[in-house]
């Protein structure tokens, strides 16, 4: 058993370092003036070192990758999972508005990507979309909400290991202010996830939330100030909050067998 581990341990090694000389090799020949295409690639990259990351962890544990990292089908039928989703968008909106109102400095991560893909063209901001609500969110997930905060949850407990998961998702945005607004919607999707026993939901919600930023970013669309975001924060608040209690108030039941 031990050489079993040991073996995919040096698998996983290997894979994750021909991910790393891929990366680098193809952001070479890229030209420097191609900016959505280097975007794309920067994500896709780090989303499939995460992604490896993710599926290792599960590998070296003694359940099955799928039970691991909570991708079964757990208690969300669509509309569930459908009103998880418009309220993670509700919680990302109130949390742009609060921090226009707060005069928070710029991001520099968000700045960059706006700047990328407001001069995207539609062939390349369906690229975008691709990549950041299949490939970044799917990653994630599988780290922060399956690996991380299912192998806190037995330990710490599931409130503690859900904040702990969305600290850890917060600091990886790189920036005080991206990552600031990052804590709590990975508290909300640590909720959603723990609250359905899988992390379909969160998925599902995270995957919504990067395509509608892409496209917000490709068609230059910003929050105005003042009584606009006040409304947005509102609004936004009593969606999550609202998406939140319809998931705790379903009947507790078993989650769904193990996905195809």
């Known amino acids: 058993m031990r050489l079993a581990t040991l073996a995919r341990a040096l698998g996983l090694a290997a894979v994750l370092g ?3 000389a891929a990366w680098g090799a193809v952001l070479a020949r890229l030209p420097p003036e191609d900016g959505v295409t280097t975007l794309a690639v920067d994500a896709l990259a780090t989303a499939a070192f995460v992604a490896l990351l993710a599926v290792g962890g599960a590998l070296l544990s003694a359940q099955a990758p799928a039970a691991r990292l909570g991708l079964r089908r757990g208690r969300f039928g669509p509309g569930a999972t459908a009103l998880g989703a418009l309220g993670l968008l509700g919680l ?3 949390m742009e508005g609060a921090l226009t109102l ?17 001069s995207a063209s539609p062939g390349e901001l369906a690229l975008a979309v691709a990549v950041f609500a299949l490939g970044s969110a799917g990653a994630e997930e599988l780290f922060f909400r399956g690996l991380l905060q299912r192998g806190l949850e037995p330990r710490l407990g599931a409130a503690a290991a859900i904040v702990v998961g969305a600290a850890a ?6 920036d005080l202010v991206h990552g600031a607004a990052a804590l709590p919607l990975g508290i909300y999707l640590g909720a959603l996830a723990w609250l359905d026993g899988s992390i ?4 599902a919600a995270h ?9 917000g970013a490709g068609l230059g669309f910003h929050l105005p100030g003042g009584a606009a975001a006040l409304a947005s924060i509102g609004v936004g608040l009593a969606m999550a909050a609202g998406a939140l209690w319809r998931a705790a108030a379903r009947p507790p ?8």
Do not use: D, I, Y
């Not at 005069?103 to 700047?115: D, I, K, N, Q, Y």
């Not at 379909?200 to 998925?203: G, V």
């Open 169 to 174: 998702f917060g600091a990886a945005h790189g």
């Open 207 to 215: 995957a919504l939330n990067n395509a509608v930023a892409v496209l």
């Open 18 to 20: 021909l991910v790393l």
């Open 200 to 203: 379909r939901p969160a998925l």
């Open 102 to 118: 707060a005069g928070a400095p710029p991001s520099a991560t968000l700045v960059r990507f706006a700047e990328t893909l407001g």
């Open 253 to 260: 039941g078993p989650p769904g067998p193990a996905a195809p």
């Open 92 to 94: 990302s909106h109130a």
